[in-house]
Nanobody, 126 residues
Framework: QVQLVESGGGLVLAGGSLRLSCAAS????????MGWFRQAPGKEREFVATYRFNGGITRYADSVKGRFTIFRENGKNTVFLQMNNLKPEDTAVYYCAADSTLITSQLSNPGAYDYWGQGTQVTVSS
């Protein structure tokens, strides 16, 4: 069992920055991956970014490429999502997710992740 603890959400003006963090209680295999998803009111949960520990592979949704960066704290089971140039459409509850069994094609699929954090609200005002 993996517990995920998120932090770092908040309210920011458009164009501003926020950094989210997610700490995993354990890493179950070298194929461990941690990702960020978000869900806005009335919308489905969508992929934002993911990081696979083996090889440091990263993936991003097209909507955040060039603005968001996912990275790992060296030697720890913690990943960060640095969000720059935030837009009002980035407003959502952001969830951290983790899994150790995913193949590359599954990394952006929220249904494929077994472990989820409690979510943190990000609000971007215009």
């Amino acid at each position: 069992q993996v517990q995920l603890v998120e932090s770092g959400g908040g309210l920011v003006l458009a164009g501003g920055s926020l950094r989210l963090s997610c700490a995993a209680s354990t890493r179950t295999s070298t194929n461990f991956a941690m990702g960020w998803f978000r869900q806005a009111p009335g919308k489905e949960r969508e992929f934002v970014a993911t990081y696979r520990f083996n090889g440091g592979i990263t993936r991003y949704a097209d909507s955040v490429k060039g603005r968001f960066t996912i990275f790992r704290e060296n030697g720890k089971n913690t990943v960060f999502l640095q969000m720059n140039n935030l837009k009002p459409e980035d407003t959502a509850v952001y969830y951290c997710a983790a899994d150790s069994t995913l193949i590359t094609s599954q990394l952006s699929n929220p249904g494929a992740y077994d472990y989820w954090g409690q979510g943190t609200q990000v609000t971007v005002s215009s």
